[in-house]
């Protein structure tokens, strides 16, 4: 059960759109569309974002979108605003009740 | 309205035992589908998923940490508790706790993301 594989970082300016990719393997993202995305600003608890690979809970805006191809999954924050700047983070589950999450991506709005 | 609580020990010893307590409310661990998980974060770091217990009494641990982690649930105290043998001080980390939902008994749709946590708890492995 390996870390899913995230870009250590990613940037964008306001208004433009940014996509964080995260990839697994067939026993994880691959297998299951039970992949969840989490916000955390510094000094936070995270904060849930995408769950079920591309569903948004209430209150979260719709410049969050989430997808799945394959063994990759992807975040797109669209309209990107100052506060969106952040650590990302994907988690998958991975069978018998296991889940995984990646090694985290630092979002810089420039 | 689901919350969740991290307390324990600030410092701990190089080889000492650590025990956190996860109190929570807003959901029962008695529920079909619901579970806790240990989540850490050494500073600067990502996160890792420690331990999740789920309402049935599955329990799962972190491969590379299993044979120190330990995960136990009280229902009626609304509690789960993680103790973690011979800490190190690469074990200095903020743990936090989670609220699971694997299973909606509403929907019966299966799903398994963290939909609340604690605020964490910062624990610092020295001598």
């Known amino acids: 059960q390996s870390a899913l594989t995230q870009p250590r970082s990613v940037s964008g300016s306001p208004g433009q759109s940014v996509t964080i990719s995260c990839s697994g393997t067939?026993?994880?993202?691959?297998?299951?569309?039970?992949v969840s995305w989490y916000q955390q600003h510094p000094g936070k608890a995270p904060k849930l974002t995408i769950y079920?690979?591309?569903k948004r809970p209430s209150g979260v805006p719709d410049r969050f979108s989430g997808s799945k191809s394959g063994n990759t999954a992807s975040l797109t924050i669209s309209g990107l605003q100052a506060e969106d700047e952040a650590d990302y983070y994907c988690?998958?589950?991975?069978?018998?009740?296991?889940?995984?999450f990646g090694g985290g991506t630092k979002l810089t709005v420039l | 309205q689901i919350t969740l609580k991290e307390s324990g020990p600030t410092l701990v010893k190089p080889t000492q035992t650590l025990t956190l307590t996860c109190t929570f409310s807003?959901?029962?661990?008695?529920?079909?589908?619901?579970?806790v998980g240990w989540i850490r974060q050494p500073p600067g770091k990502a996160l890792e998923c420690l331990a999740l217990?789920?309402?049935?009494?599955?329990?799962r641990y972190s491969p590379s940490l299993k044979s120190r982690l330990t995960v136990t649930k009280d229902t009626s105290e609304n509690q789960v508790v993680l103790t973690m043998t011979n800490m190190d001080p690469v074990d200095t980390a903020t743990y936090y706790c989670?609220?699971?939902?694997?299973?909606?008994?509403?929907?019966?749709?299966?799903?398994?993301?963290?939909?609340?946590w604690g605020r964490g708890t910062l624990v610092t492995v020295s001598s």
């Open positions: 989670a609220h699971l939902l694997y299973y909606d008994i509403l929907t019966s749709y299966y799903h398994s993301y963290f939909d609340s």
């Open positions: 807003g959901f029962s661990l008695s529920t079909s589908g619901v579970g």
């Open positions: 217990i789920y309402w049935d009494d599955h329990k």
């Open positions: 067939n026993s994880d993202v691959g297998g299951y569309n039970y």
């Open positions: 079920d690979v591309s």
């Open positions: 988690c998958s589950y991975a069978g018998d009740y296991t889940l995984v």
